[in-house]
């Protein structure tokens, strides 16, 4: 997990195209600027941050089914519950799986549990759009494969 | 009215948190009932699990900015309601 690049999946552990499901991996890290507010000598993980996490975990599983060729942006994020505290050093593991393929549009559901205790969840909407540029498709798929997305059995 | 505008009309009741009295046949649903397009998202999932169909707003929106059709063809609640009975049929066919 990489706060300063917003870069919150360490990796891809599973990715079922045909379930509509993925699971994610990262670990929270021990030392941010972010827990100098967040908050002083109690350091949590925001709520908001377990969000993208949850956002991003599913948003692969959406390029994965469409074969990074559109960018699912986020647009709502509904029935979000955050269960326990999440604490520098945490290790913590995310199930995406995606409701809904419309057209110009998904809807997935993603869970957040540590140590298999359920710690967040939401129901998250995005827009599916094409990419802005050729460029940002490239560095989104170079990002896929470094968080282990076998990208070339997936893309179109 | 149709079966399919009254679910339609149920789903945008509940959606979007508009009194069901108001959204009647000829309302347009960008227009009358004010319902932006993130909103319509919301509808449009729901429309979809309903009847077990995907409306095609991208070709819609295509449609509509290169002037080939107008809004009221697709968001007035009627139109879409026959679009929907339409893509109903076509998977059926």
Redesign the interface.
Known sequence: MRFEYFQMIDRIVALDVEGRSVRSACTVPQQSTIFEGHFPTYPLMPGALLIECMAQTTGWLVMALNGFTAMPFLVGVKEAKFRTPVLPGDELEFEGKVLHEGSGFAVGACKGRRQGKSVCEAQITYRVMSFPNPEFRKSLIEWAERIEIPVKELIK | MSATFDKVADIIAETCDIPRENIKPESHAINDLEIDS?DF??I??AI??TFGI??????W?QEVNDGKATTDQYFVLKNLSEQIDQLIAAKGA
């Open positions: 993130l998202l919301d449009a999932f979809d699990k995907k409306l095609p707003l991208e070709q929106t």
